[in-house]
Structures are given as C-alpha cells and as structure tokens.
C-alpha cells in the first residue's frame, strides 16, 4: 500500500502559466481533499470530493480548479499561477467525512 | 468567524511531559483531532475527541471539554523523535476540519 501520493514534489512556475498537481489514494476512500499549507496558519482547505465525479469548494478555492473523473485520483489545477499561490500543498483521503484523514507528501510550489 | 488557538512554539526536556493546549471556536462541533507534523513531513493522525474527558494512547493523551472549548494534547517520556509541530483541528457543522496554525514543539537533551 502506497497510501496517498503526490506528484509532482517541487516546482517552479512563472506567474501566469499553468498546471496540475496529481493525487492519488490506493485505499479505496470516497472523501479527497486538497489543502494548502502556509507558514504561521493552519491548513486551509480548497476543494475536496466526496466521491468519483463530484467536487466542492471548500474555504480557499480562488484561481483553482479540481476534478475526481477516478474515484482514486484527484487533479488540483491552477490556469493562470499568481505568487500568492506559492504554498505548500497537499492531498489527503479519507473513509467517510467524521473518519481520520491520511495525507500525501505535499507538493511545494513556488510561483515567481 | 470560526478561529483555533494554540501557542507557536514550546520547548521541553527529552524525559519530560508537556501539555499543548488547544482553545476553539466553531460553527458547530463534530470532533476535535489531534495530528503531528514533522518538519517537511506530510500530518499523520495522533488522536480523535468527541465527547468529552481522556483519551489515552501510549505515550500520548488528548482531552476535551466541550463546554468550555477547550483541548490539550499530553505527551508523557518526551523523546527527541517527538521534535514536532503539533496540529489541533476541529470539524465544523458542515464537517469540514478547520485548523490550528500548528504548535512546534523542541525537545531538549
């Protein structure tokens, strides 16, 4: 079991272009989530899914896009990258709403 | 506004025990958890609240009053691996976790 991974691990973008950050989950959970982390605050939610197919946006979703077309992968995309999406992000699943979630690695971006 | 406090940083003896407290206010309570963060890590989950007073896990405890909105984290034998931010979390009426900035805490020989 590889839990929750993450691609790409790092990368460098310039403002304006675009991108996708891949996650995937091998433990059959309905629940996808994306955060992103940045220093001095909590993690902050973005978009999450409750299933294959269906999408929400949770507290930050400005300027990003996901999709669940799997029911083990959840694509976080970024049209038009800005520096204030400089962050760290991460994925994370999990059974049901109420149950522990498990993260991926994170995938740190910078924007320039 | 919704809003979790923790303190920014502690510092503790390898040895020793350390309380991290956790203050909260939600729209709604459906749960409080515990996870630790290792420096570049991703969180991994440490410990889950709903009703009130003491969970015990090993080394680790995680207590919690619904009334007074409030929770600590008891880490017991501090060892070095412990170095760690500690996250509190708190899932709202609309079940979504809302975050605490993180407590870091040092371990000191």
């Known amino acids: 079991n590889a839990g929750v991974t993450q691609t790409p691990k790092f990368r460098v973008l310039k403002t304006g272009q675009s991108m996708t950050l891949l996650c995937a989950q091998d433990?059959?959970?309905?629940?996808m989530y994306w955060y992103r982390q940045d220093p001095g605050m909590g993690l902050r939610l973005i978009h999450y899914?409750?299933?294959?197919?269906?999408?929400a946006k949770g507290e930050v979703p400005d300027g990003y896009n996901v999709s669940r077309l799997k029911k083990q992968n959840f694509l976080l995309g970024l049209e038009s990258a800005a520096p204030s999406q400089t962050s760290v992000y991460f994925c994370?699943?999990?059974?049901?709403?109420?149950?522990?979630?498990?993260f991926g690695p994170g995938t740190r971006l910078l924007v320039l | 506004g919704q809003n979790i406090d923790q303190p920014t940083e502690m510092t503790a003896t390898e040895g020793a025990i350390v309380q991290i407290n956790c203050t909260y206010q939600?729209?709604?309570?459906?749960?409080l958890f515990w996870y630790q963060q290792h420096a570049g890590e991703a969180p991994t989950f440490l410990s889950y609240?709903?009703l009130d007073g003491l969970e015990e896990k090993g080394r680790f405890s995680s207590f919690l009053s619904r009334s007074k909105g409030y929770s600590y984290l008891l880490l017991k034998e501090l060892q070095m691996k412990d170095s760690a931010s500690y996250l509190c979390?708190?899932?709202?009426?609309?079940?979504?976790?809302?975050w605490g900035a993180g407590t870091k805490l040092i371990i000191k020989p």
């Open positions: 994370a699943s999990g059974r049901d709403y109420q149950e522990t979630q498990y």
């Open positions: 939600t729209s709604g309570f459906n749960g």
């Open positions: 979390a708190v899932m709202d009426s609309n079940y979504q976790l809302i």
């Open positions: 433990m059959n959970h309905e629940y």
């Open positions: 609240n709903v």
């Open positions: 899914s409750v299933g294959e197919g269906t999408t």
